[in-house]
Each structure stands twice: as structure tokens, then as C-alpha cells.
């Protein structure tokens, strides 16, 4: 499975970097950076990025299989 | 899976007052009637399962905001409608962008020491009282001085926020007795708003500020800048003043969740998030749709009115756990008290800023807090909070 990311929704709450702070980050802008853009993700990635997409609250995250 | 024929109907009236007291177990029962069932007494149909609430929320196409996001059209013509509430994309989001460019976490960063510093002398006042009302001596005070700086309002006058944000979330449910009596505010309020949309009273690069920049732009119409200025007021007063007196509430009422915080107020976050899923300042808010719906074998006709209950989902079983249950450590970051998708709380930031400083302020103050008289439900239909919260604190030495 994939995670796409609609920068434009992004605003920049960080739950998603708490959720799966391998898979996001905010810089020191509070600006997204997604480490696994374009890639599959497995196993714990792929749980972890699933409770991240979750944790949207702008809904800024989707899955994509 | 088979269509209900006839809808679930749910005769209790949740917005009497003797629900408003204890919502949940009649939350419970209208979960376990259908994925929505329709309320009799309100003519409104309403979806109280945490999948099909969050659901609802991001399908903004089929649950339109367009019409309101009251109960009552007719109170939402007045209302929201055409407002960021009550405005679906593309619309909303233009709006929306002239919002989250200040209240945006990112855009918040520069913020904390200046509402560190409003909560400290907020709450440092207060508990030097001894015995104070946590909601009118303390919970109020803040979001006021924090979000109407921010905003660039004139300092004197700003009464007139609370009690307009208070009126104007009565609003968003049943025609009562309450309601009626408090429309003067709500004209005194919208009054106010106009009057303060003017560069010579708005402090320069204050938000209120930005907001007409927006207009001189041309980024959102001319006529959208005093609903937005006044969407920064409404939401950012009365919620936050909610969730503090929740808060001490919690604290007053559970000396163990006040020990385990004061001991480590990192745990004021968590306790933060928990508290706002067991006890959502919003409980829910409307929304219509515009086609024949399925939601869970039950099938809501086009062009109804529905609740979408943020306070049920928070508590359903099929979802959370023990859902009844305070738990400093669930830290559910997907609860629904912000909503969720386009119209997530833009504010939830700053939320997340203020009140855990008034509350991290209050533990550093005090030793310990109780309730000194009888707390006042604040009896408002979508609303869940304290009018009134009577304490007494002792003052901490280590101070």
C-alpha cells in the first residue's frame, strides 16, 4: 500500500508524526515531509502509516492499495 | 444488505434538560437503535456510530454543509449559511485558507510563550483568590485575552464576545425559552462585528487584519470578511472556555488524574485528548443531504437534516475500548470533538495550545482543588459544559 498526501489540505497538526514518526516529519518550518513518497509500505510501516492516515484530522492523508 | 423499510425512530428528546445532564446512556441506546435513526421530537435524523460519524464528515458531498449546520434551516439562513461553516468546497476551502494561514500549527510556533505567559497571569489571579468560580473568574478570562490580541480587537468592549458565542451556539438547536431570551446578545454581538471590521480599530497584523487584506485582495469576497472575522470569534471564545471548565472539572472531581498530572504534566496533552473525547465541547453538529443515503442498511432520504453526533461516536464501544472510561493513557488523537476532513477545526492548534497551558499554570499554583458549592450545567443542546464551577484551591509553597 501507498500513502498520497494532499499538501495543500496540510496544515500542519503533527498527528501524523506522532502516529509514525518514521513515515512523517515537520521540519522546523511545520512543514510535511512524508520519507516514503512514491514507495510501498510493509508490515509495521504499513500499520503504522494506516493509524497516521487515521489520525488526520484535515484528512490530508489517503491510502492507496 | 437490505434496506430498512421504515427507519429506526428514536423518541427521546436529547436535548431535554434531564438529558443534557447525562447524554451518554441515551447516546448508548441511539447507537444500538441503527446506524441513524431518525428523532422524533426533533424532526432531524441522526448518526451516532463513531465509522458512520467519521464518515459522514468526509463526505462532505453527500453531507453538505451548504444548508447550515444548525438544526433549524430557518435559524441557519441567519446563521452559518454561506459562513465557513456552513459552506461546502470550493467555496469553504477559500475561506478556509485565510483562516489556517494564522491557525495553522506551523503558523502557531512564534505563539506559545505569549500564551504561556496569558495563562500564567490568568490562572495565577484566579487561585491567588483562594476560593473562585473556575469558569467566570478563570475559563473565560483566557481565550478572551489570547484570541481577541490575536484577532487585534479594541481591549475594551470584549464582553460582548462570551455572551454573543454563547447565544449564538444556542442557535444551533431547538427553538426554546433560552434561546429567545438570549437574541438581543446575538444582535449586540453581530453589531459589534461590524463595527470592529474597520482598520482603525483592528491592531495592524492582527488577524482581524488579515482577514481584510484577504477582502482588498480579492482573495474572498468583500462580504465574506465579517462572517470569517466573526468565525475566529465564535469558535475560538466559547469552546476553549468549554474544555478549561472541563478540565477543572476533571480535576476538581479526581484527585487521582490531578496527582498523577501534577506529578508529571506531561501527561496534561494525553489528558487533554482523553478529556476532549469523554466530554466533546461541541457534541455535534448538522448537516443535509443531497441524495438518498445509505448509512449502515438504513437509508436517509435526499434533503434531510442530520445530526452528525460527535459525543456519541466519542463513546462508542465499537470504537474505543471501555468507552466510558477516563484513561490518561489512550491519548486518542482520532476522536471527534475537532470533527474531521474539510471542516476539522481549524483552531485545533491553538486549542491544543491554551488549554493545557491554563491547566499546566493551574497544577504548577495548587496542591489541590475542589468543588466549594454546587456547579451549574451549562444547558445548551449542542453544547457540553460548566456556566458555573465554584472551587477552592490550596496554593502550592513551591512557588
Known sequence: MRVSVDYDRCEGHGMCEQMAPKLFELDDEGMLIYHYEGQDLEGELARDAEQAVAACPVAALRIQR | MTLSATPPVFDVDIFADEILVDPYPIYKKLRDAGAAVYLAAHSVWAIGRYDDVRAALLDYETFSSARGVELLEDLANMGTVGTILGSD?????????????????????????????????????????????????????????????????????????LDGADAIFHAFGPMTPRLMERLPKVQAYLQYTREMLDRDKLTPGSWGAAVLDAADE??????????????????????????????????????????????????????????????????????????????????????????????????????????????????????????????????????????????????????????????????????????????????????
Open chain 2, 89 to 161: 468546497p470550493p467555496k469553504h476551502d477559500m475561506l478556509r485558507a485565510v483562516l489556517s494561514e494564522k491557525l495553522a500549527p506551523r503558523a502557531l510556533r512564534g505563539l506559545r510563550d505569549f500564551v504561556d505567559e496569558r495563562a500564567e497571569a490568568v490562572v495565577s489571579e484566579a487561585v491567588a483568590r483562594g476560593s473562585f468560580d473556575a469558569v467566570t473568574e478563570m475559563a473565560q478570562l483566557l481565550p478572551v485575552g489570547v484570541v481577541g490580541d490575536l484577532i487585534g480587537l479594541p481591549k475594551e468592549g470584549r464582553e460582548v464576545l
Open chain 2, 218 to 399: 480579492g482573495r474572498i469576497p468583500v462580504e465574506d470578511a465579517g462572517p470569517l472575522m466573526s468565525a475566529y470569534m465564535i469558535a475560538g471564545m466559547d469552546s476553549t472556555v468549554n474544555s478549561i471548565g472541563n478540565f477543572v472539572y476533571l480535576l476538581a472531581k479526581n484527585p487521582d488524574i490531578f496527582a498523577a498530572c501534577k506529578a508529571d504534566p506531561t501527561l496534561v496533552p494525553k489528558a487533554f485528548e482523553e478529556l476532549l473525547r469523554t466530554e466533546s465541547p461541541v457534541q455535534g453538529f448538522f448537516r443535509t443531504t443531497t441524495r438518498d443515503v445509505e448509512v449502515g442498511g438504513v437509508c436517509i432520504p435526499k434533503d434531510s437534516r442530520v445530526m452528525l453526533c460527535f459525543g456519541s461516536g466519542n463513546r462508542d464501544e465499537r470504537h474505543y475500548a471501555d468507552p466510558d472510561r477516563f484513561d490518561l493513557q489512550r491519548n486518542p488523537t482520532d476522536h471527534l470533538s475537532f470533527g474531521y476532513g474539510t471542516h476539522g477545526c481549524a483552531g485545533q492548534g491553538l486549542a491544543r495550545m491554551e488549554v493545557p497551558a491554563a491547566i499546566t499554570s493551574l497544577l504548577r499554583h495548587v496542591d489541590s482543588i475542589q468543588l466549594n458549592g454546587e456547579p451549574e450545567r451549562n444547558f445548551s443542546a449542542v453544547v457540553r459544559s460548566w456556566s458555573s464551577l465554584p472551587v477552592t484551591v490550596t496554593v502550592s509553597d513551591a512557588n
